[in-house]
């Protein structure tokens, strides 16, 4: 066995030991075919066990966990929060379609390689921007930025706030979501970040973003 063979064997063990362990990786930004297809049967399988509405439920949530920087809306319901959806989240979403579609279909249901191409060659990451405010516009014509240090990346495109939805029990009286994307090209994946978004009555909120800990 050459050298080159033995390392790849020990680094595909390391990677499968922590994958198990939940040990968190850096976003990944240059998959192989081989990263693409673990990624699916990372979303496919917990969906293929799945046997009730709330189990499905429980996936689903655990994919947006998983993928999520800022506060928990579990322990704050209106805190800032943002789910990055990188090339892995895509990935594992189109696994959980084909463990759903499978189900369906009563047969192996598996996704063009076209179709996993385009998500390997997406040159951007798309998030999604959740937060809360006192009325029902407070997100409308939000700009964000990705700071890194002393580096302040602009995103390439920003998506238009929902309408704010009431919120239930106590705090700000509404919640809204709003879209950006940021280039792979421009933003280190492997450095403390700091999501800032400005509201147009002058409110900044911050959400840190441990970038290293989302695959």
Known sequence: MTLRKQIGLVLGLIGTLSIGSNTAWAIEVNLSLEDAQKALEIGRVPMERADSPEEVRKVLQQASVESRVGADPEKEPCG?????????????????????????RKMDV????EFIQKVMDMPNMEIEVQLC????????????????????????????????RKNDGTGPAYRSRFTSIFAYEQFDPNVTSVFVVNLQDGQEIRIPAELSKVK
């Open 133 to 164: 405010g006192d009325d029902e516009y407070f997100a409308e014509g939000a700009l964000i930025e990705l700071h890194q240090g002393s580096k302040r990346i602009k995103p390439v495109d920003i998506g238009k706030a929902e309408r704010g």
């Open 110 to 113: 598996r996704m063009p390689e």
């Open 80 to 104: 800032a929060s943002a789910i990055l959806r990188t090339k892995h989240y895509r990935l594992e979403a189109f696994g959980r379609q084909e463990a759903a579609e499978s189900k369906k």
